[in-house]
C-alpha cells in the first residue's frame, strides 16, 4: 500500500492566490514527521516544511504552512500569495519513528505547480 | 555554510559500463542517505549510512549497487554493470546527528542515463 499519497499530479494557481497540495499519508506507528519539499526545474530538492506527529499546532514557515488533520492522516502544504518562482515539483514525505534508526524518508509522487500570471 | 554536493551532475553510459557517483555531505553531518528517483515513479530510499557504518541498506536494489563512505566523510555509489532500469536521478541527502526533527537536506542530484 502506498504510504504517500499525492492525489494531484498537476496544479495551477494565479499569482498572489494561495493554493494547497494534497498529502495523505499511512502509517501505524505513533511517531513519524511530515516533510514537505520543492524541487525547482534546476532539480535541487528544497527542505519547506516540517510537522511531527506529535507537535499540537500546524507548522508554519513563511508562507507556508501545513494543514495537519491527524484523524484524517492527510498533511496538505499551503501556499500563500504565490509567486512565480514557486513553480516547482512539490513532494510530501513521511520519516517513521522520531529517533534511532528510522530515519528514511517515503516520498510521494509529487506535484506539479505552476503559477500563472 | 556549504550544502550537500554532487558529482558528477550528469552521467551517460552504455548499458554494461561501470559509473560511479559521489556525494559529499554537509560538514558535521554523520548521517547520509542515498535515493533515486526513476522516471515518472517516487524517489526511493536506497541506503543509510551513520559516519561509515551502513545503518540500512534496505532500498539497495541488487549487488550490482556498492555504496561506501570509507572515513565516514563522502560517499560514493558504484553501479557495476549499468543496466538500461538503472536510469534516474540519484539523491544524496544528509542530517545532524543530534535532535528528533533531524531534517535531511539533499544534493542536487545525478541524472544517470543508461544507453
Known amino acids: 500500500a502506498q504510504k504517500i499519497t499525492q492525489t494531484q499530479p498537476g496544479m495551477f494557481v494565479q499569482e498572489k492566490e494561495a493554493v494547497t497540495l494534497d498529502c495523505t499519508y499511512d502509517?501505524?506507528?505513533?511517531?513519524?514527521?511530515l516533510f514537505w519539499y520543492k524541487q525547482p526545474s534546476s532539480g535541487e530538492m528544497i527542505f519547506l516544511i516540517y510537522?511531527?506527529?506529535?507537535?499540537?499546532q500546524n507548522a508554519t514557515e513563511g508562507r507556508y504552512s501545513l494543514n495537519f488533520q491527524k484523524a484524517r492522516k492527510s498533511a496538505n502544504l499551503v501556499i500563500s500569495a504565490s509567486q512565480l518562482g514557486d513553480s516547482a515539483m512539490y513532494f510530501c514525505?513521511?520519516?517513521?519513528?522520531?529517533?534511532?534508526?528510522?530515519?528514511?524518508?517515503?516520498f510521494g509522487t509529487g506535484t506539479q505547480l505552476k503559477v500563472e500570471l | 555554510e556549504a550544502g550537500v554536493t554532487q558529482f558528477p551532475s550528469h552521467s551517460v553510459i552504455e548499458k554494461g559500463q561501470t559509473v560511479t557517483l559521489r556525494c559529499d555531505p554537509i560538514?558535521?553531518?554523520?548521517?547520509l542517505y542515498w535515493y533515486r528517483r526513476v522516471m515518472g515513479k517516487e524517489i526511493k530510499f536506497l541506503l543509510h549510512?551513520?559516519?561509515?557504518?551502513?545503518?540500512?541498506e534496505s532500498g539497495m536494489p541488487n549487488n550490482r549497487f556498492l555504496a561506501e563512505r570509507t572515513g565516514g566523510t563522502y560517499s560514493t555509489l558504484k553501479v557495476q554493470p549499468a543496466e538500461l532500469e538503472d536510469s534516474g536521478v540519484y539523491f544524496c541527502?544528509?542530517?545532524?546527528?543530534?535532535?528528533?526533527?533531524?531534517?535531511?537536506?539533499f544534493g542536487p542530484g545525478t541524472r544517470l542515463l543508461v544507453l
Open positions: 510537522q511531527g506527529s506529535y507537535d499540537q
Open positions: 549510512f551513520v559516519k561509515e557504518s551502513k545503518q540500512d
Open positions: 560538514s558535521g553531518h554523520d548521517n
Open positions: 541527502a544528509s542530517s545532524q546527528v543530534l535532535g528528533t526533527i533531524k531534517t535531511q537536506y
Open positions: 502509517t501505524s506507528d505513533p511517531s513519524y514527521g
Open positions: 514525505a513521511m520519516r517513521e519513528g522520531l529517533t534511532g534508526g528510522g530515519n528514511k524518508l517515503t
